[in-house]
T-cell receptor
């Protein structure tokens, strides 16, 4: 079946602009995660959704970052007033539930470049 | 602070030889442990996980990992490496009571023909 998809695959923007990154999880997966991966680093947790609600948003670096999942499926990560330091690959993952035994499945990521 | 360490940036091994990619963690309680692999221009793929039970966990593509509580380690192993195993490997931990996964910085495995 279809895996996690993310759009766009690449996004180039200018400093100060607003961007939206989209994640389509595997159908039926109730848990959804966003991560940021900088060059040479492992994924860094940003936010976790269980259904429509953000169960843990403690990884969002500041109030320029916001994410929504209004219908419990597709999620959008929104970044306001982008800065060059926001340049990274943004990864989305989903899992069937939030049980301890569940496995996360990752999308291919969106590479964001802020000029 | 809770953390995951992958002490080797790169591991080189000859094809057919056994391989080990190291991972240690610093987490309170009994964490859940994971290994993922990342191929160029592709997303992270799940290899295996330890939740509870037998300390030796078997996963995809012939990989296995051994959980060692006393050494707080979860090293990834494979008895006979393939050139196609060359990729970037990430260890991750999920502390108990949270869904905030912590990833290591990754180890690049290069299998030489």
């Amino acid at each position: 079946g279809a895996g996690v998809s993310q759009t766009p695959s690449n996004k180039v923007t200018e400093k100060g602009k607003y961007v939206e990154l989209r994640c389509d999880p595997i159908s039926g997966h109730t848990a959804l995660y966003w991560y940021r991966q900088s060059l040479g680093q492992g994924p860094e947790f940003l936010i976790y959704f269980q259904g429509t609600g953000a169960a843990d948003d403690s990884g969002l670096p500041n109030d320029r970052f916001f994410a929504v999942r209004p219908e419990g499926s597709v999620s959008t990560l929104k970044i306001q007033r982008t800065e060059r330091g926001d340049s990274a690959v943004y990864l989305c993952a989903s899992s069937l539930h939030n049980r301890d035994t569940d496995t996360q499945y990752f999308g291919p990521g969106t590479r964001l470049t802020v000029l | 602070a809770q953390s995951v360490a992958q002490p080797e940036d790169q591991v080189n091994v000859a094809e057919g030889n056994p391989l080990t990619v190291k991972c240690t963690y610093s987490v309170s309680g009994n964490p859940y442990l994971f290994w993922y692999v990342q191929y160029p221009n592709r997303g992270l793929q799940f290899l295996l996980k330890y939740i509870t039970g037998d300390n030796l966990v078997k996963g995809s593509y012939g990989f296995e990992a051994e959980f060692n509580k006393s050494q707080t380690s979860f090293h990834l192993k494979k008895p006979s490496a393939l050139v196609s195993d060359s990729a970037l490997y990430f260890c991750a931990v999920r502390p108990p009571g949270t869904y905030k996964y912590i990833f290591g910085t990754g180890t690049r495995l290069k299998v030489l023909a």
